[in-house]
């Protein structure tokens, strides 16, 4: 069986509502952050993407938010729809140019 | 956006076989691929670096005689799963970045589910 560390906390939205999803990194050498979506039985599909010399970028229906001070990293989807329903992780890039995953977020659009 | 591409899709085979999986670059180049563990519920897990012509760098407790690479060419990396066990099974995803743009995104193959019985 699982352990309780293993289950993705799940962020569930009404079709049409805003959603946020929040990525807390680690390494204070990373200057390059990343959104992944995967799909049940999929690969991660990029999204957007920020550089830490931005605290905005805005991509369609997406915009992520950096926050260097605290090593936050947020991912806001406007008029979420049910196809946007998958997991979604963040990841992080340093200049040694390895990709570092968060534990990931499962959205769930109810119609 | 870039693709990538892995074959095969899905794997079962009998403990003891070896399982070979490709990541391909469909139109772009690579210098250097990525090969990821996936288990339910988890997040990826970087295994190795595949490098074109050298050498993959391998991460921490992965054992790369187990795990086999190669990046023979611009285009193709293959992981090998020499003598599989159960505890094998595991969801394998590839990516790959573009040799020609510095600093660009690693782009995701569909991965390759492997079951060993």
């Known amino acids: 069986g699982e352990s309780v560390g293993l289950h993705l906390p799940t962020l569930s939205v009404q079709e049409g509502d805003n959603s946020i999803i929040n990525c807390a990194y680690s390494?204070?050498?990373?200057?390059?952050f990343i959104w992944y979506k995967q799909e049940s039985g999929k690969g991660p599909q990029f999204i957007i993407d920020i550089r830490s010399n931005m605290d905005k970028r805005q991509g369609q229906r997406v915009t992520v938010l950096l926050n260097k001070t605290v090593k936050h990293l947020s991912l806001q989807i406007a008029a979420t729809q049910p196809g946007d329903s998958a997991v979604y992780f963040c990841?992080?890039?340093?200049?040694?140019?390895?990709?570092?995953f968060g534990g990931g977020t499962r959205l769930m659009v109810k119609p | 956006g870039a693709v990538v591409s892995q074959h095969p899709s899905w794997v079962i085979c009998k403990s003891g076989t070896s399982v070979k999986i490709e990541c391909r670059s469909l139109?772009?180049?690579?210098?250097?691929m990525f090969w990821y563990r996936q288990f339910p519920k988890q997040s990826l897990m970087l295994m190795a670096t595949?490098?074109?012509?050298?050498?993959?760098?391998?991460e921490q407790g992965v054992e790369k005689d187990k795990f086999l690479i190669n990046h023979a060419s611009l285009t193709l990396s293959t992981l090998t799963v020499t003598s599989a066990h159960p505890e094998d099974s595991s969801f394998y995803i590839c990516?790959?970045?573009?040799?020609?743009?510095?600093?660009?995104?690693?782009?995701f193959g569909p991965g390759t589910r492997l079951l060993v019985l």
């Open positions: 595949s490098n074109e012509g050298s050498k993959a760098t391998y």
């Open positions: 990516s790959a970045r573009d040799s020609g743009v510095p600093r660009e995104t690693q782009y």
């Open positions: 990841a992080e890039e340093d200049a040694g140019n390895m990709l570092t």
């Open positions: 139109d772009f180049q690579a210098t250097t």
């Open positions: 390494n204070s050498a990373s200057d390059y």
